[in-house]
């Protein structure tokens, strides 16, 4: 590095040393010199040979020269896309202080006057479902937003907000006339108080100006990139945009203007495969809709049961002879072969009464179990290869299953050979789609960093930790959804294999016998086992209820009494009886049950908004080992509602998640996993891939 400064002569002291001179200059400036590393210098022939000792160990160390890392401001904080579903997942990054010792110097003097540049790529499926959702976003540790934010409305405008000297921040506004399926390259750079916005398609292969769009704020902006965090994406105060993340590439100590920022769309066989699916099932979702209303408007013709009007007969015969108008070219219906004879095929009756995106849906899943059955059927992987076009119908429709099919074959060669491209865009698409297997595939792959994706445990974790909160969810919405609890069955485990049954098995008829004798538990386990779907039997939840009341009610059992009163708190299979279902708790409280000591705690916060009494039940059923107690004190520790502690303690929320998380608290390790991920906590390390694993 090369420095050069200049002093005061009356104010300069030769005593006082070159660095404090150097930081008493008027002026001064750096320059990082590429220098040549001695193994690449030219030779020089010298005309003395070396020690035989000494060019034994040249030759052992020529090629392991210790080098000084190397830094630049330059960072690239997305280098593989990300499939953004519209939720708050995004990929967190987080900036540490600089090495070099002038680079940090310049970043610390630009805290009130910063100059830096960030250049996304996006590529938009749909506007925000709510009022606003994010690009990029800045969280500081004590979770407040600053500089910068750059965000999304859902009529299309973009947002740049900053946090000023004053403390108030500000924002403006700008429209930029995005478009749905292209990809954008959005330029936001940041001089002292101007902000510059540059959006830059790509059309035809290569980039193109859109617009610029430039604004002055009224006075200096705060910025310390080294504070807090950074969101690419959603996270937990917004939610993000549905799409496409291309590569992200963030300059901390530069304002750079369009043309001299280095961001090429990249990899490009990734980004424009993914364009070109989405490109060929627009027209696909077209064709569906239309093609059911002309068939549902001449089913009357070919309908042998339906009496055709007086009024309809007279218009057939004198009226004007209606003329086929064809709404598909030819080349269309070429080009769409195998979607057109489904729709000559298959039962198209089931689909009525349905909105345009229903019904797509719906054709979607019914082409997808087609080919499942297919598949499934004796020799049914020799078919592989013809049933990828029903697949790609599938995926096209909405149903993104089949996505995830489409993934699994072309990356592991089933029946087609290996097709990593394909691979790669099938499972951004399931991932994008919220198909559970296509998400955790992606956290995998790049947790892994196999089969080409990079290792990354930031962007592993997006994917990860919206699979988890689904299955949180999952577990309060029984009867809207079809997911059911995992089981762990181990193949040498003969017992737990033979009680996989279903409900024409022996076991399952001996369990309903046993149960309708009255034992206790036989009707736990068969109200168990309908209410969740478990050991091989369907989901029944009004069976299940029925089993829950009856052992609860007649048995007087504490275990069946709680799992009663949750049935009732939440309406799951009969109707909401809060009374019943409270008088069904304390009886279980009573008998000691530490699960209903806890479901007390909970009601007396959620129905009667009583913290007090609510900490005493907690507190009590914690001091008996209760992971949900103990997740529910964190929560409350979250929110600034433990009495006497009004405001929110993160800290005391940790230690109550960590220890809830090491019970094995699904919701406690989720809650765990981000402060590992954002590192977001006095004197605690982030570690992106303790959160993942």
């Known amino acids: 590095?090369?420095?050069?400064?200049?002093?005061?002569?009356?104010?300069?002291?030769?005593?006082?040393?070159?660095?404090?001179?150097?930081?008493?200059?008027?002026?001064?400036?750096?320059?990082?010199?590429?220098?040549?590393?001695?193994?690449?210098?030219?030779?020089?022939?010298?005309?003395?040979?070396?020690?035989?000792?000494v060019e034994q160990t040249w030759q052992f160390t020529k090629n392991k020269i210790p080098q000084c890392p190397r830094e630049s401001d330059t960072v690239d904080?997305?280098?593989?896309?990300?499939?953004?579903?519209?939720?708050?997942?995004?990929?967190?990054?987080?900036?540490?202080?600089?090495?070099?010792k002038n680079f940090e110097s310049t970043r610390i003097q630009r805290v009130c006057d910063p100059r830096f540049t960030f250049s996304v790529w996006i590529y938009l499926l749909n506007w925000c479902t709510s009022r606003i959702c994010a690009i990029v976003h800045h969280v500081d540790n004590n979770n407040l937003f600053k500089t910068p934010l750059l965000l999304l409305t859902d009529k299309g405008e973009i947002v740049i907000q900053v946090h000023l000297e004053s403390g108030q921040d500000s924002a403006f506004k700008s429209f930029t006339g995005l478009s749905l399926r292209m990809w954008y390259r959005l330029d936001m750079s940041l001089d002292g108080r101007k902000v510059m916005l540059s959006v830059i398609s790509w059309k035809t292969m290569k980039e193109t100006v859109e617009n610029k769009h430039s604004y002055v704020f009224g006075e200096n902006i705060l910025y310390n990139d080294t504070s807090g965090y950074f969101v690419i994406g959603g996270g937990r105060y917004f939610q993000s945009i549905q799409g496409f993340f291309g590569p992200v590439k963030y300059y901390r100590l530069k304002a750079k203007l369009e043309n001299s920022v280095v961001n090429p769309l990249f990899p490009p066989s990734i980004l424009q495969e993914l364009d070109h699916k989405y490109q060929n099932c627009e027209s696909i979702k077209e064709i569906i809709p239309v093609f059911l209303k002309i068939y549902e408007s001449n089913r009357f013709v070919t309908d042998k049961s339906t009496c055709e009007s007086y009024i309809s007969y007279l218009n057939n015969k004198f009226g004007r002879r209606p003329v086929c108008d064809q709404p598909w070219s030819w080349e269309m219906q070429i080009k769409h072969l195998t979607l057109?004879?489904?729709?000559?095929?298959?039962?198209?009756?089931?689909?009525?009464?349905?909105?345009?995106?229903?019904?797509?849906?719906?054709?979607?899943?019914?082409?997808?179990e087609m080919v499942s059955e297919s598949l499934s059927s004796h020799g049914g992987l020799g078919f592989v290869r013809s049933m990828i076009p029903y697949l790609q119908i599938s995926s096209c429709c909405g149903y993104h299953r089949a996505s995830y099919f489409l993934a699994v074959i072309h990356e592991a060669g089933l029946g087609v050979p290996v097709d990593s491209l394909q691979g790669y865009?099938?499972?951004?698409?399931?991932?994008?789609g919220d198909e559970r297997l296509s998400l955790l595939h992606l956290g995998y792959v790049h947790m892994q960093g196999i089969d080409g994706y990079p290792r990354d445990y930031d962007l592993s974790y997006s994917y990860y930790v919206n699979l988890a909160k689904q299955t949180c969810v999952d577990r309060w919405k029984v009867e809207e959804t079809e997911q059911c609890t995992t089981e762990h069955i181990h193949?040498?485990?003969?017992?737990?294999?033979?009680s996989q049954t279903n409900e024409k098995h022996d076991i399952y008829y001996y369990l309903n016998y046993q149960a309708q004798r009255g034992d206790v538990e036989a009707q736990r386990t068969l109200?168990?086992?309908?209410?969740?779907?478990?050991?091989?039997?369907?989901?029944?939840?009004?069976?299940?209820?029925?089993?829950?009341?009856?052992?609860?009610?007649?048995?007087?059992?504490?275990?069946?009494?709680?799992?009663?009163?949750?049935?009732?708190?939440?309406?799951?299979?009969?109707?909401?009886?809060?009374s019943l279902a409270l008088q069904m708790m304390k009886q279980a409280a009573s008998k000691g049950l530490v699960k209903a000591i806890n479901g007390l705690g909970w009601y007396y916060s959620t129905y009667k908004a009583d913290m007090k009494t609510a900490v005493k039940y907690f507190e009590k059923a914690?001091?008996?080992?209760?992971?949900?107690?103990?997740?529910?004190?964190?929560?409350?520790?979250?929110?600034?509602?433990?009495?006497?502690?009004?405001?929110k303690n993160e800290s005391a929320a940790f230690q109550h998640f960590y220890k809830a998380s090491?019970?094995?608290?699904?919701d406690a390790i989720v809650e765990t996993s981000q402060y590992y991920c954002t590192g977001n906590l006095d004197n605690f390390t982030r570690n992106p891939e303790t959160a993942v694993l």
Not at 662 to 666: I, Y
């Open 1 to 53: 590095m090369l420095r050069a400064w200049i002093v005061h002569i009356q104010g300069y002291n030769e005593s006082s040393g070159i660095a404090q001179s150097y930081h008493q200059a008027v002026a001064k400036a750096f320059q990082v010199l590429n220098a040549i590393l001695p193994i690449q210098r030219p030779l020089k022939n010298h005309r003395k040979c070396l020690r035989w000792d």
């Open 77 to 100: 904080m997305l280098r593989f896309p990300h499939a953004s579903t519209g939720e708050r997942f995004g990929v967190i990054r987080k900036f540490d202080c600089f090495i070099n």
């Open 340 to 368: 057109f004879s489904l729709l000559q095929t298959m039962e198209l009756d089931l689909f009525f009464g349905s909105s345009d995106m229903d019904v797509t849906l719906q054709f979607g899943r019914q082409v997808f």
């Open 425 to 432: 865009v099938y499972s951004l698409i399931g991932a994008q």
């Open 491 to 498: 193949l040498t485990d003969e017992l737990a294999l033979k």
């Open 527 to 578: 109200a168990r086992m309908l209410f969740w779907g478990q050991q091989g039997v369907s989901k029944n939840i009004e069976a299940a209820a029925k089993w829950y009341a009856q052992s609860a009610l007649q048995m007087k059992d504490a275990q069946a009494m709680y799992d009663f009163s949750i049935v009732l708190f939440k309406g799951h299979g009969v109707k909401k009886n809060i």
């Open 622 to 647: 914690a001091q008996n080992g209760s992971r949900d107690a103990i997740y529910n004190l964190g929560i409350l520790h979250l929110n600034g509602q433990y009495p006497g502690k009004p405001t």
């Open 662 to 666: 090491l019970l094995g608290h699904v």
